[in-house]
């Protein structure tokens, strides 16, 4: 009977952790540039003195889907969206470099490039900052950056940085609270110039509305079930008292 509490307990509290997953994913279906994460449920036994016959129930994120959302064409210079595989380096709240696929980048009065965070967006060599006030900006596919300088002929560029593409490997990185990705051994990721990117786009959430209000919906019908073994759980103590009274 103890087993049998435990067991619907743990299930119903795990039902739980993954619909919150789910429902921020459904919340961040319109986020740029999000990755959505996955979810899934699985078995554990319980270890500890008296308890070699218990399992619980843990919900985990191993992973997260990594395929590349739908390109946005905004016409805007600032909007930048990698093509395939790679990531946009950014400088996170702690001063950490961390990856991010949100290329709606935004350009302070001194110049800096943050992203739409205020995340510093970084480069070869280091932040990157703009002459302003700037005209014709235009990004390569590559990830270098040119702006015709003020008062110079319609032709005439210069190259005043170059974005900071990486590209490492999906199952050496880690999602931060805050979204941004990073290393999971907290060392920098190397600049890979095989990465390209496309000016006056964005890249969409890859998240799928459809799937996630059918997983949504699936874990709140096994956490009712979870709910209803509980209450027979306490149903057959109930009665399993009532025969020792009458013994």
Not at 58 to 68: I, L, R
Not at 115 to 124: E, F, L, P, R, T
Not at 183 to 204: F, N, W, Y
Request: hydrophobic letters at 35%.
């Amino acid at each position: 009977m103890d087993n049998f509490l435990y067991i619907a307990a743990s299930g119903a509290k795990q039902d739980l952790l993954g619909t919150g997953l789910r429902a921020n994913n459904l919340a961040n279906a319109q986020t740029t540039g999000f990755k959505a994460q996955l979810e899934q449920a699985r078995a554990m036994p319980a270890y500890g003195e008296g308890l070699p016959t218990r399992v619980f129930s843990m919900t985990e994120s191993p992973t997260n889907n990594y395929e590349s959302g739908p390109m946005i064409q905004t016409g805007r210079q600032l909007d930048v969206a990698i093509q395939g595989d790679g990531w946009f380096t950014v400088q996170d709240a702690n001063g950490q470099e961390a990856y991010s696929r949100d290329g709606s980048f935004q350009l302070g009065p001194d110049g800096m490039l943050t992203d739409m965070h205020g995340n510093m967006v970084m480069g070869d060599n280091g932040p990157i900052f703009l002459p302003v006030p700037l005209d014709n900006l235009n990004f390569a596919t590559d990830g270098t950056i040119s702006v015709r300088p003020v008062g110079a002929p319609e032709n005439v560029s210069e190259e005043v940085g170059r974005l900071g593409l990486v590209k490492p490997e999906y199952r050496d990185m880690e999602r931060g609270n805050d979204g941004l990705f990073r290393m999971k051994d907290g060392t920098q990721a190397e600049q890979d110039v095989t990465v390209q990117i496309r000016s006056g786009m964005l890249e969409g959430s890859n998240v799928n509305a459809v799937d996630e209000m059918v997983n949504m919906i699936s874990l709140q019908r096994h956490y009712e079930m979870q709910v209803k073994m509980m209450k027979q759980a306490e149903e057959l103590d109930t009665r399993g008292n009532m025969l020792l009274r009458i013994i």
